[in-house]
């Protein structure tokens, strides 16, 4: 399945910027996934919550899914318009001299980290 | 675990600013804006330089399930090994015999790659099927990938070419439903050519389908079955291996 494989890469990233910036645990993850990346996000939280259980850096962390919407750029009369319903044929002109400008994106778009414990935290205040 | 059952509500959301000493700052915030792709491109480039670097140009084969990628590189494979020296990889989902296949048919060196399941075969993948089946003797690597049309378009192998498949059967729109993978290819061939006369498949159609999306590509037509364009796909391939 597709969402699993993504999945590994997201951890695999993931655990080396936590290692790299010696975190205590990871929180959540920000991923910026195109309209028509071709990943469906309850599938990819599935696979989520599956795959974390074997990583303790990042054992509990929250996945969050921020949607890129898909924009197509005509060619022919300089205008764009929403990929989604709309597909390969222009709208405004009905030119098929399109192409995708976003929305095949799949990007880690931030992390949020836990320095420490969190109870040593609580315990200090 | 503690941190699983924390509330949103007790954390104090800080952003990271510069040189900051904030103590009450439980959550930090890590910037990454990276595509997930992104160390994959890294590793592929890395593959492709130290591939060059030993004289060994690698090819990568793509399409959808049963397009007719083993039987078209038996008969590819079967042209070029007078003139080169040929090594075939194959990457199955599951136990399958592709590998043995284009053995026997050609006797040339092949290795069966199984990727536990996975819906392709990225560049970390590949360097370790290519250290496995040392190269050192080779001039062409064949990649076989695996029968999908979607997630082996997203993943850079570290191959030198891009090919994939468009068999007859599956209809001249494949392009307009998968653009990525018509995108990311030098090479398209159509395959099966000589089931033309049974499907409602227009080669002019399907053409300028893959040309609106892929202008520069090289677009041939074969047919394993009869050889047809066999030889014009051989020397294509015999031409980029030369350089
Ligand atoms: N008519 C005709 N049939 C072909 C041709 N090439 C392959 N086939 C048939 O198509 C079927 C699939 O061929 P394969 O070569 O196994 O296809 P594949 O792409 O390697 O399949 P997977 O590895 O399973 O994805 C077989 O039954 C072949 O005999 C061709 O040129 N013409
Ligand atoms: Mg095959
Ligand atoms: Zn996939
Ligand atoms: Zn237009």
Redesign the pocket.
């Known amino acids: 399945m597709h969402e699993l494989g993504v999945t590994f890469y997201v951890i695999k990233d993931v655990k080396k910027i936590a290692e790299d910036n010696n975190v205590y645990k990871v929180d959540s993850v920000t991923l910026e996934i195109g309209q028509v990346s071709g990943v469906i996000h309850e599938q990819l939280q599935d696979c989520w919550k599956w795959a974390i259980k074997k990583e303790p850096i990042m054992d509990c962390a929250k996945l969050l899914i921020e949607e890129i919407p898909a924009v197509t750029f005509c060619e022919n009369c300089k205008k764009t318009y929403a990929t989604v319903p709309q597909g390969k044929i222009c709208p405004h002109c009905g030119s098929d001299r399109t192409y995708l400008t976003q929305g095949n994106e799949f990007n880690i778009k931030e992390i949020e980290v836990l320095d420490q414990p969190h109870e040593v935290i609580l315990s200090e205040e | 675990m503690t941190e699983c059952n924390m509330r949103r509500d007790e954390r104090v959301e800080t952003p990271v600013a510069e040189g900051s000493t904030n103590e009450t700052r439980k959550v930090r915030v890590i910037e990454v804006k990276e595509s997930v792709f992104h160390q994959n491109d890294v590793e592929a480039e890395a593959l492709r330089a130290e591939l060059s670097q030993k004289g060994v140009f690698m090819m990568n084969v793509m399409?959808?399930?049963?397009?007719?990628?083993?039987?078209?590189?038996?008969a590819l494979v079967n042209r070029l090994k007078e003139h080169l020296r040929i090594g075939v990889m194959?990457v199955?989902i599951e136990t399958?015999l592709?590998a043995s296949?284009v053995a026997e048919a050609t006797g040339v060196k092949s290795l069966q790659i199984h990727n536990g399941g996975l819906c392709h075969i990225d560049a970390e993948m590949t360097k370790r099927a290519i250290d496995a089946f040392g190269v050192e003797d080779l001039d062409l690597v064949i990649l076989?990938n695996?029968?999908n049309l979607v997630c082996p378009a997203e993943f850079d192998t570290g191959s030198h070419m891009s090919m994939m498949?468009l068999?007859?059967p599956e209809g001249d729109d494949k392009p307009l439903k998968y653009p990525l993978m018509f995108s990311v290819c030098d090479l398209i061939v159509i395959?099966?050519?000589?089931?033309l006369e049974f499907f409602d498949f227009s080669l002019e159609k399907a053409t300028a389908n893959i040309r609106a999306l892929n202008p520069n590509a090289t677009i041939l037509t074969?047919?394993?079955?009869?050889g047809e364009g066999m030889d014009v796909l051989a020397d294509y391939v015999m031409k980029r291996v030369k350089g």
């Open positions: 399409s959808s399930p049963g397009s007719g990628k083993t039987t078209a590189l038996c194959d199955d399958s592709d296949c076989e695996i029968g498949l068999s007859v395959s099966k050519i000589d089931t074969i047919s394993a079955k009869t």
